[in-house]
């Protein structure tokens, strides 16, 4: 298929099945269908990509250019590509939980959830796919601003509450921090292109280097870099599916690979290498790993614990990108993926033992894991990978940042990671060992088993990706590796 | 009839079915003829506009020749501002006339009457190569104005038109008192003329003063900012259909005579040696902030919206003073894309007026649910006056913050983007009352409004869009402007 065409039909498909869903809002079977199929040939239709990228053909096609220099344009890359395909195959697999969650909580207003929920994922695809900067912002803008209705579904006064924090942090840096950035940019180098090399190189001082990157770097709010982290553990008053994709994939990922990519393709890494207070960013993405970490082990709700966890994991990609090695960058490719997947298992099960138990704290799980042993043996994968033990996805991703870290000898970057690896051990282990080995203090109010099946089979299917990607991560280094190649 | 002898009817055909309009009985004949001549004001500005950006289109009216005669005179610049008022007059007309059936049920002829005069009142403003002819068709304007700000339904109506009417009158006064200095030192009222007699007596205190009164008395009528009070109480209270027109149209005709006397009749070399750009920045960046921060505190949907407006005109005004093309070219296209942009939120709220009879922020609450199509184009508009990427209200940003770059004024730029997160606040308040609040207890359930209420509001909020996207029309000929009025040729 030619670019022209794949591109913005993988941009329309979720938006069609918005419109679809919407229409269908009164046959709550139908709706559903119409989610599954529309979320099933967009992984379709994201898949077609690969071949093509494998090839080295490039896929690009520009839309329209409102402003000279400026266009809205597209052109995979691997590392979108990978983002596109990662987010697709778990809108899917979400859509199967959010099914049985949305029904098992008797959830109101359905329609506009799966509504929403498809527009984010077209913002998704579009920050993916983005050619340039500016196109990026703009399906950057579009994920924040369609995620907020999903973020303040409940529509009580915490909902409210966690939505202002949300738009409020997600919009105060993007419009204050990240847009200032991109038109510095532009000023400076005339083309906001995303291009193997760089665009920057020669064109600044070292100092307003690392001023545009701080800009960079706090602006992308979405990799929840502290002190610009609030909104996350704000966002967890929206339903567990939407904390699950879009909080622990979707949007935060969506931040992170802004990140990368303005490293790899804005700056080069050859040109950070120059800039000496660069250094900094990685010891503020370092200090987010472990405050984070810290934080996580103080907290009782596990959605909450879970949400300082990701901040803690997004600073993992934000330091490798910024560490200027090479493995170091792969390793902050496969991140993203190994943490995707590990996450929204996670999420899966607190919202499975929610639906199950209605328990929502750390220290009410004794003995559950007798009662969904599934669920707790999925969390136990879940967690490891978090960990990074093998045989689990992060182990890989920790392995590439290690020997990134070793590449330019970062010993500050091996102390995070072993400091995080401790603090993460610290706060999940407890969790397995509890559900598992403690007998249950008081018998529940209601006699429960295993989350409906849904919701089960979902994070079945996740906890196995998450080993799955242990063993069979060679294709996706493989092309990863290509982002580090420069044009002759 | 070439172009040259058609241009004047774009004034006159408003002009003369005024008072047909007014002898007309009825609802519907009267809105015709309003129409039409809206429609065919129209028509012939878009005929003028190709002409007038290759060369002026110069009319001399009774074929006495300038100086002595008044003649209209229709360049890039005008001819954009006379197609923008034209254009919105028959874009609102339609959407009107549901909202007047409505809050004005008798006496419509004399209504529209009133609406044709203000229109051809400012697009005679917009038209014109003489000064003081500007000031007749100001006058027009205004007075017709204020007649239909007193005819809103509140109370507090009329109290509100007088004000409008003190400050109003004040600002044509200052501007008479300012064209008669220019016009006892050169002894000329014919704006080519002018500008070239003015550099002779460019120092004398006279035309200083003139050059003086004439800004303020026109940063009256465009509400610069310390000079707005009039606005919000005006636009709060006058007839939905007259909120929209003048949002969209009457302040953006007098930032156009402004732009016109400073730049083509004073020109730019006596502006830098008046403290004309210090003193327009500064107001500008004031003017940013502080209606911003009103805006926000509003609880009336139309106030909000009004110093909003405020707001805007100072991202309009801080771009004309950083006296370059880039900067004019952001404050014309702004123009454009604000009264685009600001017609289709004002028309959502007078929407939501005409479906629950109250402008009060709490009447949003859970219209989300109740009002679907009006709160979505609400907030579509609503992104624009952010200023998103893909909306026209983008594309004048970006141009400003272009155009301060180019002259290290990082301070603007900081400015112009805390304005966009201040607008981020008060559209966002409005989101949340109708998406995230329920209902008030005990209200009626609201119905979707009808067909012809949503129509023109989706038309300008695609246009929004368009014009966001599609920059050919807008920007080229801004950036052709700019060049005139700076005087770099067309």
Known sequence: MSPEFLIPAILLTPLIGAVLIALAGRWPNLRETI???????????????????????????????PLPGLAIAFDIEPLGLMFALLASLLWFVTSVYAIGYMRGNNEPRQTSFYVFFAVAISGAMGVAMSGNLLTLFIFYEMLTISTWPLVTHKRNDAARAGGRTYMGVLLFTSIGLLLPAIIWTFSVAGTLDFTPGGILYGLMSPSSAALLLTLFVLGVGKAAVMPMHRWLPAAMVAPTPVSALLHAVAVVKAGVFTITKVVIYIFGIDFLAEVPLERYLVYLAGFTVVVASLVALKQVEIKKMLAYSTIGQLSYVVMAALVLAPFAEIGAAIHIVAHAFGKITLFFCAGAIYIASKKTRVDQLQGIGLRMPLTMIAFTIGALSMIGVPPTAGFVSKWYIIAGAFQVESYFTLVVLMLSTGLNAAYFLPIVFRAFFRPEEEPPSVDHGEAPWPMVSALCVTALLVLAFFVFNGPVVDIETRILEVAP | MNINELMPFAVLVPLIAAPICALLPGRILPWLTAFFAAASSLAIMSGVLPEAVDAPIRYAFGNWMPPIGIEFRVDAVNAFIGLLVSLMATVILPWARISVNQEIPERQGLFYALFLLAFSGLMGITMTGDAFNLFVFLEISSLSTYALVAMGRSKTAPLSAFRYLIMGTLGATFYLIGVGLLYIMTGTL?????????????????????????????????????????????????????????????????????????????????????????????????????????????????????????????????????LSVTGLASGLV?????????????????????????????????????????????????????????????????????????????????????????????????????????????????????????????????????????????????????????????
Not at chain 2, 210 to 228: C, N, Q, Y
Request: proline share 5%; charged share 10%; aromatic share 10%.
């Open chain 1, 35 to 65: 989610t599954l199929v529309t979320a099933a040939s967009l992984f379709g239709l994201v898949t077609q990509m690969i071949g093509p990228i494998l090839d080295r053909e490039t896929l690009a096609v520009t839309i329209v250019e």
């Open chain 2, 190 to 322: 014919n704006m080519v003329d002018l500008a070239e007699r003015i550099p002779e007596v460019a120092d004398t205190r006279a035309v200083q003063a003139g050059f003086a009164f004439i800004v303020v008395g026109i940063g009256v009528k465009l509400a610069l900012f310390p000079l707005h009070r009039w606005l919000p109480g005006a636009y709060a209270n006058a007839p939905s259909a007259i909120t929209v027109f003048l949002a969209s149209t009457a302040t953006k005709v007098a930032v156009y005579a402004l732009l016109r006397l400073v730049f083509t009749v004073f020109g730019v070399s006596f502006a830098t040696a008046m403290p004309y750009a210090e003193v327009f920045m500064v107001l500008g960046l004031f003017g940013i902030l502080l209606p911003s921060l009103w805006a926000i505190e509003q609880t009336n949907m139309k106030r909000l919206l009004a110093y909003s407006s405020v707001a805007q005109v100072a991202y309009i005004i801080l771009g004309i003073s950083l």
């Open chain 2, 334 to 490: 702004h123009l454009f894309n604000h009264a685009v942009i600001k017609a289709a939120l004002f028309m959502c709220v007078c929407t939501v007026i005409y479906q629950t009879g109250s402008a009060r922020i709490s009447a949003f609450h859970g219209l989300g649910r109740e009002m679907p199509l009006t709160m979505i184009a609400f907030v579509l508009a609503g992104l624009g006056l952010i200023g998103v990427p893909l909306t026209a209200g983008f594309i004048s940003k970006w141009m400003l913050i272009q155009a301060a770059i180019e002259q290290d004024l990082w301070l603007a730029v900081v400015v112009i983007l805390i304005g966009s997160l201040m607008a981020v606040i008060y559209v966002g308040k409005v989101a949340e009352a109708a998406w995230v609040r329920s209902p008030p207890e005990g209200r009626e359930p609201v119905k979707e409004a009808p067909i012809g209420l949503l129509l023109p509001m989706y038309l300008l909020v695609a246009a929004t869009y368009y014009f966001g996207i599609d920059t050919r029309l807008t920007l080229d000929i801004a950036m052709a402007g700019a060049r005139v009025l700076i005087g770099a040729g067309p």
